[in-house]
């Protein structure tokens, strides 16, 4: 019995029709276009004396602050104008903005060095003392046409074992840009995250020592 020529002549398409799916497929990856090219920045920093007070005898957890879905991310925030939310092309944060800030207020009372037990919330440690927090503002807006970082922090000192809120205060830093480039305004968020982390220490400090702390 002689085989049909049907799947003769569908044994020689096969190689013809991979050839077409693979030129096809090719074409489309050349039309598609390119990923955007993005300078990832570190939020800089400067190192600061530790303070000669002596230190305190308790142990400090710095959670990460809570905040919106259009600061979550790594893109740079900025406020052209009035309300619209808008990000700079071509640049992103080295990670998202809350763990940025949480990251450098650990850094901060480590420079301070008067809390030497310091965690994270990354780890289930015994804590006596946690700073929670919202970010409220992570971004750069103008004001007379010229750029600034906003940074402004909600934060709560509670006592981990009770929940209990133990002081609460909103801090605000404002910090102008020496011009519109990308680098000039990360250099602007530095000097602002330093300055509300310096505040933020000393707020904390000086609860953590008062008698409702302990």
């Given at each position: 019995m002689t085989a049909s020529p049907a799947p003769r002549r569908l044994h020689r398409?096969?190689?013809?029709?991979?050839?077409l799916l693979v030129a096809a497929l090719a074409s489309a990856c050349s039309i598609l276009p390119k990923p955007e090219p993005v300078d990832v920045y570190l939020l800089p920093a400067t190192r600061t004396p530790p303070a000669a007070s002596p230190a305190l005898a308790l142990a400090l957890r710095v959670a990460k602050p809570e905040t919106s879905l259009h600061l979550a991310g790594q893109r740079i925030v900025v406020l052209p104008e009035g309300d619209r939310v808008s990000?700079?092309?071509g640049a992103s944060w080295s990670d998202p903005a809350p763990l940025l800030v949480r990251n450098r207020l650990l850094d901060a009372?480590?420079?301070d060095g008067r809390i030497?037990?310091?965690s994270s919330d990354d780890r289930s440690l015994h804590a006596d003392l946690e700073l929670d927090s919202d970010l409220r503002a992570f971004h750069s807006e103008y004001r007379d046409g010229?750029?600034?970082a906003v940074v402004r922090l909600d934060a709560r000192l509670?006592?981990?074992?009770s929940l209990r809120i133990l002081a609460s205060r909103r801090f605000e830093v404002r910090h102008p840009a020496a011009s519109a480039d990308v680098k000039d305004v990360v250099r602007a968020f530095g000097?602002?995250?330093?300055a509300l982390?310096?505040?933020?220490?000393?707020?904390t400090l000086e609860n953590a020592a008062a008698p409702a702390a302990r």
């Open positions: 398409l096969r190689p013809l029709a991979t050839a990000v700079y092309k009372f480590h420079g030497a037990a310091l010229r750029p600034e509670v006592a981990p074992a000097a602002a995250a330093d982390s310096a505040e933020v220490v000393a707020w």
